[in-house]
């Protein structure tokens, strides 16, 4: 319904701004990504989501059209509300919820405060081919560009296992504990190769 507002910035802060458009002010909340973003000029533009309840109407603000994408996707997966996407969005940027869904990435969704083990398969079943689609990415690999997971797999060719079945099983390891030493991920994949 409300797609855009363009206006004077009256107060901002970490959880919300206000906007002045047309003589009308427009309490806006928003996530630390928009508010790191938005710069500390008078006249902006935000992109919008508006919320209608029963008993509200509740403006959300977004300074890319990516987290605007990334929110709406997610508040169509049961049990995550606004102030969950909100949330999450706060405590990662639209990027790393988009890689974390394509890698099926539970532990980094699962960090976001109040978000279980079974909420965060929920999302990643819910918009991993979402995500691909919209995004047109091949089947993500998870910690791509990962210097520890090269490692590991040059380590476990050397002694002898092909890389296909290697990559795989480091991919598992890496989905468990993405931070794992390149000793950690070599112990953790040789008890499942």
């Given at each position: 319904m409300i797609h855009h507002l363009t206006g004077k910035l009256i107060e901002k802060h970490p959880t919300h701004v206000v906007m002045e458009c047309a003589?009308?002010?427009?309490?806006?909340?928003?996530?630390?990504?928009?508010f790191e973003?938005?710069?500390?000029?008078?006249?902006?533009?935000?992109?919008?989501?508006?919320?209608?309840?029963?008993?509200?109407?509740?403006?959300?603000?977004?300074?890319s059209p990516a987290e605007r994408e990334i929110f709406k996707l997610l508040i169509s997966v049961?049990?995550?509300?606004?102030?969950?996407?909100?949330?999450?969005?706060?405590?990662?940027t639209p990027a790393q919820i988009?890689?974390?869904?394509?890698?099926?990435?539970?532990?980094?969704?699962?960090?976001?405060?109040?978000?279980?083990?079974?909420?965060?398969?929920?999302?990643?079943?819910d918009l991993r081919d979402k995500i691909l689609k919209v995004y047109d990415l091949d089947e993500v690999s998870p910690e791509s560009g990962n210097t520890n997971k090269?490692?590991?797999?040059?380590?476990?060719?050397?002694?002898?296992?092909?890389?296909?079945?290697a990559e795989k099983t480091v991919d598992a390891v890496l989905r468990k504990d993405p931070a794992l030493s390149v000793e950690?991920?070599?112990?953790?994949?040789?008890?499942?190769?």
């Amino acid at each position: 319904m409300i797609h855009h507002l363009t206006g004077k910035l009256i107060e901002k802060h970490p959880t919300h701004v206000v906007m002045e458009c047309a003589g009308v002010g427009y309490f806006v909340n928003i996530s630390l990504n928009t508010f790191e973003a938005l710069p500390n000029e008078e006249h902006l533009r935000i992109l919008t989501y508006l919320q209608v309840r029963e008993d509200a109407h509740i403006l959300f603000g977004f300074y890319s059209p990516a987290e605007r994408e990334i929110f709406k996707l997610l508040i169509s997966v049961s049990g995550i509300g606004t102030s969950t996407a909100r949330t999450m969005l706060s405590s990662m940027t639209p990027a790393q919820i988009r890689d974390a869904i394509a890698g099926e990435n539970v532990p980094a969704i699962q960090s976001v405060k109040g978000i279980g083990a079974k909420t965060a398969q929920r999302v990643i079943l819910d918009l991993r081919d979402k995500i691909l689609k919209v995004y047109d990415l091949d089947e993500v690999s998870p910690e791509s560009g990962n210097t520890n997971k090269e490692e590991a797999l040059s380590a476990l060719e050397v002694l002898g296992f092909a890389r296909k079945g290697a990559e795989k099983t480091v991919d598992a390891v890496l989905r468990k504990d993405p931070a794992l030493s390149v000793e950690g991920i070599i112990k953790s994949a040789l008890k499942n190769l």
